[in-house]
């Protein structure tokens, strides 16, 4: 009961800030006023950023959510969303992308998300326009279609299907080598967002190297997973208890030195 009426009155605190955030993201004739200064909004943000576990009243554990090809969405699976600008989010986490967005414009860096919420059939066509390029190149068909599993999450499989994850300006991985990759290497982790995909992780997530891609685990489990250096899977395996994935993360790590 108490957690229901802390994320209620989380609701309705964060509602005129979504609306003034959105302001700053929408056209300006679809907010009609804006009854707080931005400085005050300036300050939520600073406020949200730094709080930790429990801090801010709400409980986003339910963000700690595993989502690959073993672990796929229920079939059907539709969430809840909320504009970001052009584009749309889970809408129980779209005001700490939109936070994350002004801050950094604050800090004179512009993120500009080119993907976040991406439907089933969205999803399906981008599987199968890499894959036909992979044959066009060459590949023969079981080879285009391990290159593609690399690249592409198949339907159900990605983040993107949830709407918990959000692609940043250029999908390349020479994004790495941009102030704005530095700036959310440093701060991402204070709105509850993970780089997702790092280097050298294939083998543990499935996916290649996305500096681009950033997820949604909310505030507490971003800033363990930054501070312990795991990926997602190697987290979960270890708040398990499961040893395999703290073992093969080890071995990386040691062969790193
Ligand atoms: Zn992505």
Redesign the pocket.
């Known amino acids: 009961m108490m957690n229901k009426l802390k994320k209620l009155c989380f609701i309705i605190a964060a509602l005129p800030i979504v609306v003034l955030l959105a302001s700053q993201v929408l056209p300006k004739q679809k907010v009609a006023t804006i009854a707080e200064p931005v400085s005050a909004i300036e300050a939520r943000a600073r406020e949200l950023a730094s709080l930790t576990a429990g801090e801010d009243g709400i409980d986003n554990s339910w963000a700690l959510w595993l989502i690959n090809a073993k672990n796929p969405l229920p079939y059907g699976y539709l969430p809840e969303l909320r504009s970001i600008g052009v584009l749309e989010f889970d809408s129980r986490a779209a005001v700490y992308a939109l936070l994350m967005i002004m801050e950094a414009r604050n800090a004179g860096v512009t993120l500009t998300p080119v993907?976040a919420y991406r439907s089933v059939e969205r999803q399906s066509a981008n599987f199968e326009s890499f894959y036909n390029n992979a044959l066009n190149e060459g590949y023969s068909p079981a080879e285009a279609f391990e290159l593609t599993v690399a690249n592409i999450a198949v339907p159900y499989a990605?983040?993107?299907n949830a709407g918990l994850?959000?692609?940043f300006n250029t999908?390349e991985e020479e994004f790495d080598q941009t102030d704005e990759f530095n700036w959310l290497s440093d701060n991402a982790r204070k709105f509850g967002f993970i780089m997702r995909y790092p280097e050298n992780a294939l083998e543990t997530t499935g996916i290649i190297y996305?500096p681009?891609?950033f997820r949604f685990v909310g505030l507490y489990h971003a800033k363990q997973i930054y501070n312990s250096g795991l990926t997602l899977e190697e987290y979960i395996g270890y708040c398990r208890g499961d040893n395999t994935a703290v073992d093969a993360f080890r071995e990386r790590f040691e062969k790193s030195f």
Do not use: K, P
């Open positions: 993907s990605s983040e993107h994850a959000i692609d999908v996305e681009w891609h």
